[in-house]
């Protein structure tokens, strides 16, 4: 399959944009240590600006409010948006609103996008995606959350976990066991359920990255659902058809995870270099020091690596859909949590005690990587994926394929005539 990155001068002039509207406005609201509320109010006008220069939900088709520009482009400009974890929302296509405004178009009703999409995507409103439960670890047959009919609602009982701003949403798309006699991947159903009926309590969980959950964008919750009861419509998509639809929803959300973390590791690699070259010990730069050189050689090729191989998925996923490229999708996954991993681990360790204080931004970015490697599926779960994909395209041999005595004997008996002329005329 031949294929190409090229970019259209037109949307290499957004790109540019971007990357200095990000620099200039956003990366100065990172030191302020603004609360939820009060970001959201600064960045309003800062999405307006997105929305002037039409990078605004560019996730979407055109018919949806967003811009249609297909996971590639949407890939390089996630890549300049990962630079901060404030951006995302600025652009309005942060985790998990993007994803789940993806599902509505998907899978809702007119009614829904009316009611739940259009609204997501103007940023009025915004979202919880509630699938995780403890102690299930990545397979979701084992999820007990339920939801069962009753009249012309459904009730919704069991807990979550890990449910990305449970807290702040306005609406939860629930997965939950409506069909517990199906096959294990058509147990599940889809519920949108709005956060002001009676029976939902959520509890903040602190993370490693953000302990006291102050986070002005992020919040992480266990929610528990009690008789919880929402209008028989709130179904999202078909009876049983939750699997098959998380799996469109987090394929293509990979893609968006990778390239973001594509852009931590140019500003953990930018700090990595301008300290290297601004810091004399023992006689020399650090930029002098074989093992430093060693270390900017890597990491340089690590990030080059990692990116291609996730523009090549998002390509691919362009020309023909994600369940094809399920192989790359979760390649994409472990290689770049590993390559975000140690790319900042470098640079902390070139600032030394000043890399491991707060007064730099590594150290919390050391910690939210930490989580790349658990969320979307733990990396153990897609190496598997890969390897059994791979595996499939081979056939065991009782004699090895490229075992040169066998290959020896075959040629000789393929090119006998040639051999005994060739012989004779000597």
């Not at 200095?20 to 509320?37: G, K, M, N, Q, S």
């Not at 890549?79 to 995302?88: D, F, H, R, V, Y």
Request: charged share 25%.
């Amino acid at each position: 399959m031949s294929w190409d990155f090229s970019t259209e001068p037109e949307f290499e002039a957004k790109l540019d944009w971007a990357r200095r509207f990000v620099r200039d406005e956003i990366y100065p609201l990172e030191v302020l240590d603004l609360d939820h509320a009060t970001f959201r109010t600064i960045a309003a006008p800062l999405q307006q600006q997105v929305k002037d220069h039409g990078l605004w939900a560019a996730h979407l088709g055109p018919d949806l409010g967003g811009q249609g520009y297909g996971q590639l482009r949407l890939g390089l400009l996630h890549e300049i948006l990962g630079t901060s974890e404030l951006a995302p929302y600025v652009f309005g296509c942060q985790a998990p609103d993007s994803g789940n405004a993806e599902l509505l178009a998907i899978a809702g009703t007119e009614q829904q996008r009316e009611r739940w999409m259009h609204p997501l995507l103007r940023g009025e409103v915004l979202s919880a995606f509630s699938m995780t439960e403890q102690g299930t670890g990545s397979d979701p047959r084992q999820f007990t959350t339920s939801a069962y009919l009753d009249g012309d609602h459904w009730v919704l009982n069991g807990t979550k976990w890990f449910v990305g701003n449970a807290s702040r949403a306005d609406f939860h798309i629930v997965m939950a066991v409506t069909e517990p006699d199906a096959p294990p991947h058509h147990r599940m159903s889809m519920l949108i359920v709005p956060t002001d009926v009676p029976g939902i309590e959520t509890r903040e969980i602190g993370l490693m990255n953000d302990p006291e959950h102050k986070n002005p964008v992020w919040s992480h919750c266990e929610v528990t659902y009690s008789d919880v009861r929402v209008p028989a419509e709130n179904l999202l998509g078909h009876r049983g058809e939750a699997f098959a639809l998380a799996q469109q929803r987090l394929g293509p959300g990979r893609i968006h995870h990778c390239m973001r973390w594509i852009g931590v590791c140019r500003r953990a690699f930018d700090m990595l270099c301008e300290r290297a070259v601004s810091i004399d010990v023992h006689g020399s730069l650090l930029s002098e020091k074989q093992t430093v050189q060693n270390w900017v050689a890597d990491c340089a090729a690590a990030i080059e690596s990692a990116r291609l191989l996730t523009l090549h998925t998002a390509w691919k996923i362009d020309q023909v859909g994600a369940k094809e490229a399920r192989t790359e999708i979760a390649m994409i996954k472990y290689h770049g949590a590993a390559v975000l991993h140690d790319v900042i681990d470098k640079a902390i360790q070139v600032h030394g005690s000043l890399g491991f204080s707060t007064d730099m931004p590594l150290e919390q970015m050391y910690r939210w990587a930490r989580a790349a490697r658990i969320y979307d599926g733990p990396d153990e779960v897609h190496r598997v994926t890969v390897a059994r994909r791979v595996l499939r395209g081979y056939q065991p041999a009782k004699v090895p394929t490229e075992h040169i005595p066998t290959r020896r004997a075959e040629a000789l008996e393929r090119f006998r005539d040639h051999l005994e002329l060739a012989l004779a005329a000597q």
